[in-house]
């Protein structure tokens, strides 16, 4: 709600609601450890009743889905992927179409704006690619991922091996609508101008894969994560070691094989190796759009709403923001880690969440120091908190596994 209904009211709520958003975000990292094996199971065994709010769940999802495309398609009409609409789309277009007629894909853009380049990793572009093959609206892509990716993180919903609790799977349900939903009714520049939606289903992705362990599948997610968005590389590192220290070698080697296979076949063979350079100047080019954005959207005035800590800051410190962010998301989910590692076996701390909250944080961290904090860089933050919401409720306990992956 303080991502975005709250917006709504964003003079009221200018400070208010950026704090209330990172406090959220903590204790969403916080919380789900304490789930612990004493709690009471209230069946051992699926009634009738779970199985339909099971099925009831799985329909809502399925009518959310369709109702989004109900309300898409004569958006889609209505508003083209022109640059003269907004730069993210066209680029990504015009990436996929160089990789299909085999031109260089990063490379000045000047066919979108003069002397702009190509700054998108491969996997924000390549899962566009289908489109522009079979010569579809682009945009189902990023809403069909996005689906995807919250069908996959359900599945501990639907085959959950005790009944569901009643009240936290309407909230779950409720406010993933109220989330959603909101993008439909007053942020729709989301759906038809910006290709977040496939980084969030990436990153839910992960979130899912994090929760039940499969390091497989944890290295394929962190992947997709880094070579579409910077803001996972603090996490990386920290995330690697903790592995490396606390499981078997045989887990780690999992993880760190498909991770590399996944980065060099996608990235560093056929694009980095060829022109290094090209890619470590891009966050340098994007910093120097730092001082206009703030000028020109608001925030020197204050008339800019959106989540962020960008409002504890001036346009003179704005730049510090960002190193800032990169600093705190390497530190905080290494701390959060330490601390949980300390203080698991004396408060019975509920290990599994511990993976996903040192993801959360270092994104909390990243994302709300951002200098140029547009909103749809913040959904995908946000959402990923259903993933572990999905897989609470499906174990009374809140350690039991309820779909083992």
């Known amino acids: 709600m303080a991502y975005t209904f709250v917006q709504q009211e964003g003079q009221t709520y200018y400070y208010s609601s950026s704090v209330l958003y ?23 065994n699926k009634s009738q ?11 809502f999802l399925a009518a959310f889905f369709a109702f989004h495309v109900h309300v898409l398609i004569p958006l889609y009409h209505q508003i083209p992927i022109s640059p003269k609409v907004a730069d993210m789309l066209p680029v990504i277009k015009l990436a996929c179409n160089r990789l299909l007629t085999g031109q260089p894909v990063y490379a000045p853009t000047d066919e979108i704006w003069i ?13 566009y690619v289908p489109a522009q093959i079979f010569g579809y609206d682009m945009r189902w892509t990023t809403v069909t991922l996005l ?5 996959i993180a359900a599945l501990p919903v639907f085959k ?23 993008f439909l009714t007053h942020g729709r520049d989301f759906w038809s101008m910006t290709e977040e939606g496939v980084v969030a289903a990436f990153y839910v992705f992960l979130a899912f894969a994090l929760i039940r362990g499969n390091y497989y599948l944890i290295g394929i997610a962190m992947g997709f994560c880094v070579l579409s968005r910077y803001a ?14 606390t499981q078997p070698r045989k887990e780690f080697r999992k993880l760190f094989f498909t991770l590399s296979v996944i980065v060099l076949i996608v990235f560093i063979i056929p694009y980095f190796i060829w022109d290094p350079f090209y890619f470590l100047s891009l966050p340098g080019i994007q910093l120097k759009n730092v001082d206009p954005f703030w000028r020109y959207n608001g925030l020197t ?41 300390k203080f698991q076996k004396r408060y019975r701390l509920n290990g599994r969440y511990i993976g996903f909250g040192s993801l959360k944080l270092s994104l909390i961290f990243f994302y ?20 572990l919401l999905f897989d609470f409720i499906s174990a009374p306990s809140g350690t039991e596994t309820a779909a083992p992956l």
């Open 368 to 387: 709300n120091f951002l200098p140029m904090p547009f909103s749809y860089l913040f959904f995908p933050l946000t959402l990923i908190s259903y993933a």
């Open 115 to 127: 002397g702009t380049v190509n700054a998108y990793l491969p996997m924000m572009w390549l899962p």
């Open 49 to 59: 009743f779970g199985r339909v709010l099971r099925v009831l769940f799985f329909g």
């Open 301 to 341: 005035d204050h008339t800019f709403f959106n989540v962020g800590l960008y409002k504890f800051f001036t346009i003179e410190t704005a730049r510090l923001m960002g190193n800032i962010g990169l600093l705190t998301s390497f530190i905080a989910p290494a701390v959060f880690i330490l601390f949980a590692q």
């Open 147 to 151: 689906f995807v990716s919250l069908f």
């Open 232 to 245: 996972l590389i603090p996490w990386i590192p920290t995330y690697l070691t903790f592995i490396f220290l």
């Open 22 to 44: 990172v406090l959220a975000g903590i204790l969403i990292c916080v919380l789900p450890l304490l789930g612990n094996n004493d709690a009471v199971l209230p069946t051992g």
């Open 160 to 182: 959950a091996k005790y009944d569901l609790p009643v009240f936290p799977t309407l909230f779950a349900g409720i406010s993933l609508f109220l989330a959603l939903n909101y």
